[in-house]
Each structure stands twice: as structure tokens, then as C-alpha cells.
T-cell receptor
Framework: DTAVSQTPKYLVTQMGNDKSIKCEQN?????MYWYKQDSKKFLKIMFS???????INETVPNRFSPKSPDKAHLNLHINSLELGDSAVYFC????????????FGQGTRLTVV | GDSVTQMEGPVTLSEEAFLTINCTYT??????LFWYVQYPGEGLQLLLK?????DKGSNKGFEATYRKETTSFHLEKGSVQVSDSAVYFC??????????FGQGTTLQVKP
């Protein structure tokens, strides 16, 4: 009964491909996030969703398209993958948009070759 | 813009040593401050937080005090264990829906 779960855990793909990462939370939270962690472990927010609506988009290239079918899910689709997209992507959730006490998933390590 | 700066790692200590990981921040408002911990192969977990000046957050023997005058939120523990080996992230939030993280500090504790 993992609180925030992401699939897959590892993803290796070629440049130019399109891939998706799925995220689900069973905490009843209404706010979800995607963060990117680079090779130096630097973490940066990509998107924030509140009640299925996009609230924050941190100048992420439009090749990245998040989708929230319901409050418990926030998926990340990436088109035309580039080498620089290689990173660990973390999904997170929190109870309420003003509450930034976030619960994180285990991460998806994306390697683009 | 707002930012968080942490001391560079790795920090290597012997078991039962005293730990300090420095964190300073730059923010235009009055942010909430957090320490998150990432154990190997896992996601981040909230370790402690403080929401206003002079607040002290504490958990599992770790402490940090929100110092507005020095814009700092240093993490301390009196006696570290091997199981504390992890990456520690200082973070701030002064805007709903957004955490700004420092670069992380790797702690290695040797028996």
C-alpha cells in the first residue's frame, strides 16, 4: 500500500522516442507534482496540479505534457526524447495546494541513449 | 529569485559523531523551510519543517532552527548512526504548490 507509486522504476529508450511515466497516490491528496532530479542530484519542480488543473509550469519544454485524469493520478508524457532528458523523475503529492509538505514517490530513472 | 544553498558534500562521519549540515536561503518573503532525506534508491521523505522565524523543527533526533536574521536553517544531530547515511535536502516554499530545493548533501556514516 505504497502512498505515491510511479511506474516504471527504470526506463531506457532511444532518442526521438515518446514515453510515459505513470503516477498514482492513495493518500486522498488533491495536489500533485512532477520534479526532475539531474545527475548532480539537483531537484527542480516541473509541474504542479491542483484538483486536476495545471497550476505551475516551470518553463518546461512543451515536449513534456502532464495529464491528470483524476485527482489520484498524474502522468507525464514526453515526446521526442533527448539525451538531456536523462534524469530521475519524481512524482509527489500534498494535501492542499498551500500545503507544500509533499510525499514523494520512489522515482523513475529515465536514460535516453 | 528564491534559492537555497547547502554545504557541499560528501560529509563523512564516524558513528556517534555530531552532525551539522549548513543551509542558507534567499527569499523575498517569509518562506516555510524544510529538510527532506533521500535514502538510497528511494524517494524523498520529509524529515522536519519550520514555518516561521525561531521555530525549531525536530524529528528522529534531528533538529533545525529557522533563523531569519542569518537566513539559515542548519540541520543538526547529536549522534549519527550508520542508518542516517543518505542525501539531505534543504528546501523552502514561499509560494503555494512549489518547493525550491538546495543541491543536496550526501552524508556517509562509518561504523
Amino acid at each position: 500500500d505504497t502512498a505515491v507509486s510511479q511506474t516504471p522504476k527504470y526506463l531506457v529508450t532511444q532518442m526521438g522516442n515518446d514515453k510515459s511515466i505513470k503516477c498514482e497516490q492513495n493518500l486522498g491528496h488533491d495536489t500533485m507534482y512532477w520534479y526532475k532530479q539531474d545527475s548532480k542530484k539537483f531537484l527542480k519542480i516541473m509541474f504542479s496540479y491542483n484538483n486536476k488543473e495545471l497550476i505551475i509550469n516551470e518553463t518546461v519544454p512543451n515536449r513534456f505534457s502532464p495529464k491528470s485524469p483524476d485527482k489520484a493520478h498524474l502522468n507525464l508524457h514526453i515526446n521526442s526524447l533527448e539525451l538531456g532528458d536523462s534524469a530521475v523523475y519524481f512524482c509527489a503529492s500534498s494535501q492542499g495546494f498551500t500545503n507544500t509538505e509533499a510525499f514523494f514517490g520512489q522515482g523513475t530513472r529515465l536514460t535516453v541513449v | 529569485g528564491d534559492s537555497v544553498t547547502q554545504m557541499e558534500g560528501p560529509v563523512t562521519l564516524s558513528e556517534e559523531a555530531f552532525l551539522t549540515i549548513n543551509c542558507t536561503y534567499t527569499a523575498t518573503g517569509y518562506p516555510s523551510l524544510f529538510w527532506y532525506v533521500q535514502y538510497p534508491g528511494e524517494g524523498l521523505q520529509l524529515l522536519l519543517k519550520a514555518t516561521k522565524a525561531d521555530d525549531k523543527g525536530s524529528n528522529k533526533g534531528f533538529e533545525a532552527t529557522y533563523r531569519k536574521e542569518t537566513t539559515s536553517f542548519h540541520l543538526e544531530k547529536g549522534s549519527v548512526q550508520v542508518s542516517d547515511s543518505a542525501v539531505y535536502f534543504c528546501a523552502l516554499s514561499d509560494q503555494p504548490g512549489k518547493l525550491i530545493f538546495g543541491q543536496g548533501t550526501t552524508l556517509q556514516v562509518k561504523p
